[in-house]
Nanobody, 119 residues
């Protein structure tokens, strides 16, 4: 079974930080580009960031300079460090493994972790 499990979400004040984790089982993360998505209430899912198998990274414009994606191969985990969080960042964040960033087919898709940015 290929599985991704997200964790690290929670409630944070504007300007605060969270680090999300995407832990893989059944496969090694460095074999696939790993994408982070988010879906806010009333909005469509949108791509946030992606890390490729060679370590190259991409970011959506709305998170550039605030979010950092990284990979720890020893822990088989991809992280999304989120700094200077804004209320509009509130969403369910999910990770997915696929052959390319942001586009399927995906080998695995996580259930998501809730991020709430509010004072």
């Amino acid at each position: 079974q290929l599985q991704l499990v997200e964790s690290g979400g929670g409630l944070v004040q504007p300007g605060g930080s969270l680090r999300l984790s995407c832990a893989a089982s059944g496969f090694t993360l460095d074999q696939y580009p790993i994408s982070w998505f988010r879906q806010a209430p009333g909005k469509e899912r949108e791509g946030v960031s992606c890390i490729r198998d060679i370590g190259r990274t991409i970011y959506a414009d709305f998170v550039k300079g605030r979010f950092t994606i990284s990979r720890d191969n020893a822990k088989n985990t991809v992280y999304l460090q989120m700094n200077n969080l804004k209320p509009e960042d509130t969403a369910v964040y999910s990770c997915a493994a696929g052959s390319t960033c942001f586009r399927g087919p995906f080998a695995s898709w996580g259930q998501g972790t809730q991020v709430t940015v509010s004072s």
